[in-house]
Nanobody
């Protein structure tokens, strides 16, 4: 059984910073990538940042230069450092773990953490 748990959301003023964390729990995990998405009500979930195992990180244009994704492979955790936050960054942030088991690859989602940026 795989469990993905996000933490670190909250309320911050514009220009402030928050650090989100995502932990993946399970046994014998082969995590090929960890990705952050965000979503507002009535809007499609959008990509924020990705960190593949052994590959380059990727960011949405809207967060480049402000957000940094990092991974602690030993602990199966990923962090999203968010600086210079803007009101338009307000959303529920979700972490997705892409896990390979044999020939199968599955995605596992966390429950989400709310980020609210006030102007």
């Amino acid at each position: 059984q795989v469990q993905v748990v996000e933490s670190g959301g909250g309320l911050v003023q514009a220009g402030g910073s928050l650090r989100l964390s995502c932990a993946v729990f399970g046994s014998a995990l082969d995590i090929t990538a960890m990705t952050w998405y965000r979503q507002n009500p009535g809007i499609e979930r959008e990509f924020v940042a990705v960190i593949p195992s052994g590959g380059n990180t990727g960011y949405a244009d809207s967060v480049k230069g402000r957000f940094t994704i990092s991974r602690d492979s030993a602990k199966n955790t990923v962090n999203l450092q968010m600086n210079n936050l803007k009101p338009e960054d307000t959303a529920v942030y979700y972490c997705r773990a892409t896990i390979r088991k044999g020939l199968t690859v599955n995605n596992y989602w966390g429950q989400g953490t709310q980020v609210t940026v006030s102007s």
